[in-house]
């Protein structure tokens, strides 16, 4: 397996993992699909701002992605990131989860990223757990944030300082 920066050519495996999430999983909140434009607009603004878009490959197939932003708008957040990291089904258990989050951990430090985010949610124990044992803090629970397929769902904030 590798990590390397994604590609536009990476967009249409990313969306398909991306939107494999929203349709089926409570992970994100979101109900609006990715396109494959707007990602691949996202790699090259990302990538463009000093900010890391990443794809974990195996035998030549992107198998996940991570990338960064800025936690909250205004200087003030400046040195503070939320990150996402996503994964296809098959390969989920196989330590490339934490790959990808030490890669995206190691670009943010250079970067000059004090502190990175990971928003989960309530009803996805095993991200939390993993994110515990990498290392991050549950520092928030903010009740009932998100609505997704007719329930309201916690959001989990944890941290890490880099």
């Known amino acids: ?60 197939q992107v198998v996940g992605f991570t990338t960064y932003f800025q936690f909250r708008s205004g200087p003030g957040y400046a040195h503070t990131a939320e990150h996402t990291v996503m994964l296809d089904e098959t390969t989920k258990g196989q330590g490339i989860g934490r790959i990808l989050v030490g890669a995206i951990e190691d670009h943010a430090r250079q970067a000059r990223i004090h502190t990175l985010i990971a928003g989960v949610s309530g009803e996805n124990r095993d991200a939390i757990a993993f994110y515990k044992a990498i290392g991050y803090a549950q520092v928030a ?13 916690d959001l989990i904030l944890l941290q890490k300082r880099l």
């Open 1 to 60: 397996m590798i990590i390397r920066t994604a590609r536009i050519g990476d967009a249409p495996v990313v969306a398909e993992i991306w939107n494999h999430n929203i349709c089926h999983t409570a992970n994100t909140f979101t109900t609006i699909e990715k396109t494959v434009d707007g990602l691949a607009e996202d790699i090259v603004t990302r990538q463009a701002e000093g900010r890391a878009f990443l794809v974990a490959e195996m035998a030549g």
């Open 141 to 153: 629970v903010m009740p009932e944030l998100g609505r997704k397929f007719d329930r309201w769902m």
